[in-house]
């Protein structure tokens, strides 16, 4: 039972444009969401997040949208660098009277920026 | 301020035989988790400790593997006997609390069984 999905497995963009992926998640519990970024051989960091009671969050060149009645949440780069190449991972949290959190990842998408 | 460190970061071993990984959060971090990362997937969790004590085991195969954090600082986790399908990147990472959300990450210990 997936909970986060990240349907594109992989993205190609050009150097200076946008770069969007997408997450859809099921679990309607889920209160804050997270992306994180992953280069080869190392761990992942953490990007941006954006809590379930807003519906947008902006960090430089980083912006989460989110949509909870389609339960849907995307990440857009702009403009896109060949530095961002990356794995890029969802990530949703359900608290459980604040006690702990745990977090749920998606299958995570390879983006390319092209130079 | 130093990150999650994590060791070794390869391992090799044949199916049956035992591995254990080692990991020390940042310091002050009161939660502890492990993760399984297979080829191709997001990172499970498989335990999460707050201090010394287990918070969450509900996805660790008990059978094969086991935690400690005895001292609520550094973990290890161990797999015996290991099985093929246990090949994966092991993730530690760590937060202030139980509550924080965000979470660092170790660079991974890569697996792999044969």
């Known amino acids: 039972d997936q909970q986060v999905k990240q349907n594109s497995p992989s993205l190609s963009v050009q150097e200076g444009r946008i770069s969007i992926l997408n997450c859809d998640y099921t679990?309607?519990?889920?209160?804050?969401f997270l992306w994180y970024k992953k280069y080869p051989a190392e761990g992942p960091t953490f990007l941006i997040s954006?809590?379930?009671?807003?519906d947008k969050n902006e960090d430089g060149r980083f912006t989460v949208f989110l949509n909870k009645s389609a339960k849907h949440l995307s990440l857009h780069i702009v403009p896109s660098q060949p530095g961002d190449s990356a794995v890029y991972f969802c990530?949703?949290?359900?608290?459980?009277?604040?006690?702990?959190?745990?977090?749920?990842f998606g299958t995570g998408t390879l983006l390319a920026v092209q130079p | 301020e130093a990150g999650v460190a994590q060791s070794p970061r390869y391992k090799i071993i044949e199916k049956r035989q035992s591995v254990a990984f080692w990991c020390n959060p940042i310091?002050?971090?009161?939660?502890l988790y492990w993760y399984q990362q297979i080829l191709g997937q997001g990172p499970k969790l498989l335990i999460q400790?707050?201090?010394?004590?287990?918070?969450?085991d509900s996805q660790l195969p008990k059978d094969r593997f086991s935690a400690e954090r005895l001292k609520g600082v550094d973990s290890t986790l161990k797999i015996q006997p290991a099985k093929l399908e246990d090949s994966a990147v092991y993730l530690c990472?760590?937060?202030?609390?139980?509550?924080?959300?965000?979470?660092?990450f170790g660079p991974g210990t890569r697996l792999t069984v044969t």
């Open positions: 990472a760590s937060s202030l609390t139980s509550a924080s959300y965000e979470q660092y």
């Open positions: 679990n309607s519990m889920f209160d804050y």
């Open positions: 954006i809590s379930s009671i807003k």
């Open positions: 990530a949703a949290s359900a608290s459980y009277g604040g006690a702990t959190n745990k977090l749920i």
């Open positions: 310091s002050g971090h009161a939660t």
């Open positions: 400790f707050q201090n010394n004590g287990v918070v969450d």
